[in-house]
Structures are given as C-alpha cells and as structure tokens.
C-alpha cells in the first residue's frame, strides 16, 4: 500500500502454533499500526474487514470460518471480528499465575538490562498491579538482577525509583562495555609494542653461554671449557647440566619426563655444623630445612605431609644420590612456606633431609646478596682466587671414586 511515496508492507500471518495469546498480542499490534500508516482505517467496513481476513493468513481464516455471531453484533466491522479473535487467542488469564510469572523473572545470562526491564513491563501488564506498578518493577530490577554490585549499589539508595533504577543499570552496562573495549586496545598496544621489541631484540640479547650483552660473534665465553661439565664455549655460571638434590614420580601427571638428578643431602644424621638450616612453617607445621644453594629443586619427606591436605601431581623426574643410589620420589605439589607458594617434590624416605634451594631461600629473604661488600672488596671476589702454597688433598684410598656424567 502506498500513500505519498511511501509503501507499508502488510504484517506476516498470524501464527496458531506456540504461545498464541503473544502470537496475537504482537500481531494484532502490527495490524493496527499498518491500517493507521497506511490510512486503510478510513475505508468502508467491509473493506477493512476484507483486508483483516486477507492479511490474517489462511489458517487463522479457517479459524474465522468457525465463529459465530449474534443477529445484535455486526458482520461487517472490524472491531467486532478483532474481537472474536481476541477471546478466542486470550482466554481467561490466571491472575496468580501472571504474578508468579512476574516475581519469579531473573535476568538471563546474555539478556542486557534493557531487554530484562522490558521483559519486566510486559509481565506486569496483565498483573493488575494498578498504582504499585512502577514500585514493583523496581523491587524486581533489584532482585533479578545478575549484577551483585549494581544491586548493592540500588539497596544503598532508599529513595530509590524505578527511572533512577532503569538509569543505573543502564550506566553500569555501558561502563562494563567501555571498559573491554579498553582492555581490548591496551591488549593490542602490548602486542603491537612486542612486535617491535622483536624487531629490535638482537641489539640487546643477554647470551646464553656468558650471561652478558654484547655483540654477535663476540661472546667471552668462545672457546672456553666450563669448569662445571668439561665442554667448551660457555661459562659454568651459564651450565646448563643438572646436578642437583631432588625429584619425584606421582598422582597428576606433570611436565618433568624423564629427567634424572643427582643428590648431594641424604640423611639428618650426623649434620655438619657448616650446613645451614632454617626452621620455616609449611602450612601451619614447622619444618627444619637444609639451605641448599647448590640444589635446584625443594624436597620434603611424604611424612612430614601428615595434616596437609594439599593436591598431589605425577611426574616421571627421576632422583639419585652422588653415589648413583635411586630415591624413590613419590610426587610433587606447592606447599605455602611461611606465607609464600613453593614447589615441592615428596619423597619417600623419611631420614632425607628437607631441603630448600636457593631461589626459594632467596624469595623468603633467608639468603641476600651483600652486593655492597662486593662493590667495597672487589679484588677479593674476582678472579679464580689462589693459594699461597701448593695444596695436597687427602683423601681414603679404601673409598671407591664416582664419577656423576653431566
């Protein structure tokens, strides 16, 4: 239908199948608003009765064809037809359960606040709130909604409105978005920044072999033999070969392979009085720990773990004593000392020594570098270091020798 240049399409056809009573609320909506657009509420009754039943779609038309009339209602006027059809798609309504309905609506997950609040007026439309609509669709905006702190935030407000309601909502949600699309932009700043870190970052590597800056092909470290592993072109500081105290097997499995240690500390027995110990609390039970700083791992006895109920993780790490003797290890979890998560591998023998490395004693602050006695003493902490005389080593010629490989 056209009227001034403009063209209004008929509504689709009335839908019998679903939820019919909003079928034809929506319809009939729809139907009335096209009339009125297109001026056809101006045509003669019998007219707009045929554009009614064309529009209304064939199997509403069937419907049409079942109803009766009375010799005082008139054929020909729309009203009249809309009607039949109104009490035929909107029975009698449950007044108990229209309210349930409205009291029982939660805001949905991906629903906005916008659609919730609408969602709202429509349920308490055939509620018969009367004079307290407003106020009870504000109580459900608060009680429905998924928001904790937007709902905090409207209970703290006891001359709260339903308009004051509607706005803080919306404001929340439009704050909620602004925010990921901040984050988003920052995320891609930090890529962007990273890719042309990458570009750049062979001027200022740190190499692996020296532990220092420098340029290609100019490393300190080429051509030397490493005093940990006799292999040549790194530094021991830099050694990657293992040789330390500590390892296990067990319940979830982890990452570790089948790596294998070697072990210095075995037994409590005996102790130096070079070692150093530190008494330290391992989730409420204090443990007397052996300050390692040549061990790359932390080890606790499994039943020192009695009263810990913590998470236990597989791993296939082996463990082995300078002598070549394997420690059964029994898995491995994180365990708060004296405040702070660590990782812990659990052995089986109970006479082995808890140990503790050295990055764990330096973030618990039991080891610190004097940095400022090696600045004022520097020639005593550089070089190889020598002795005045030479030196014969005494050793047990009984004592079988052991050689670990790197």
């Not at 439009?174 to 750049?200: F, G, I, P």
């Not at 330390?244 to 319940?251: G, K, L, S, V």
């Not at 052996?290 to 109920?309: C, E, F, R, S």
């Amino acid at each position: 239908m056209s009227q001034k240049g403009l063209t209004f399409a008929a509504p689709p056809c009335l839908h019998l199948e679903g939820n019919l009573a909003e079928n034809w609320r929506k319809w009939q909506q729809r139907f009335q608003l096209y009339l009125e657009a297109s001026e056809l509420d101006k045509k003669p009754k019998k007219q707009q009765k045929a554009i009614l039943l064309h529009t209304i779609g064939p199997d509403a038309l069937e419907l049409f064809n079942t109803f009766t009339f009375s010799e005082e209602e008139d054929i020909d006027d729309i009203r009249v037809k809309m009607q039949k059809f109104e009490e035929h798609c909107k029975p009698k309504r449950n007044l108990i359960y229209d309210r349930h309905q409205f009291l029982t609506k939660q805001q949905q997950e991906g629903e906005s606040f916008d659609q919730f609040v609408t969602e709202l007026k429509r349920l308490s439309a055939d509620c018969e709130f009367r004079e307290l609509k407003d106020s009870l669709i504000r109580d459900r905006i608060i009680c429905g909604i998924r928001s904790a702190q937007l709902k905090e935030r409207m209970l703290r407000d006891s001359d709260l409105t339903l308009d004051k309601a509607i706005s803080l909502g919306r404001a929340e949600e439009k704050a909620k978005q602004q925010l990921v699309e901040m984050r988003e932009t920052k995320v891609e700043a930090v890529k962007t920044a990273k890719r042309k870190d990458q570009r750049t970052k062979h001027k200022e590597y740190i190499c692996k072999r020296c532990g220092t800056r420098h340029e290609p092909k100019k490393c300190p470290a080429w051509g030397k033999v490493c005093k940990k592993c006799q292999k040549n072109n790194h530094f021991a500081s830099q050694c990657r070969t293992k040789a330390i105290h500590d390892i296990a097997q067990p319940q979830e499995e982890t990452s570790d392979g089948d790596e294998e240690f070697d072990i210095g500390s075995v037994t409590q027995e005996n102790k130096d009085s070079s070692e150093f110990y530190y008494m330290a609390n391992v989730e409420g039970i204090d443990v007397n720990f052996k300050i390692d700083t040549g061990a790359q791992v932390n080890i606790l006895p499994y039943h020192l773990m009695k009263g810990m109920k913590h998470k236990l993780y597989q791993t296939k790490a082996k463990l082995k004593t300078y002598t070549g003797t394997a420690i059964t290890v029994k898995s491995k979890t994180d365990l708060a000392v004296n405040g702070q998560k660590h990782e812990f591998f659990i052995v089986e023998d109970k006479h082995l020594t808890p140990i503790l490395v050295y990055r764990s004693a330096k973030k618990l602050e039991i080891i610190k570098i004097m940095s400022v006695t090696i600045k004022e003493y520097p020639t005593v902490f550089g070089g190889l270091g020598c002795l005045k005389e030479p030196y014969k080593i005494q050793i047990n010629k009984e004592v079988k020798p052991v050689i670990c490989p790197p």
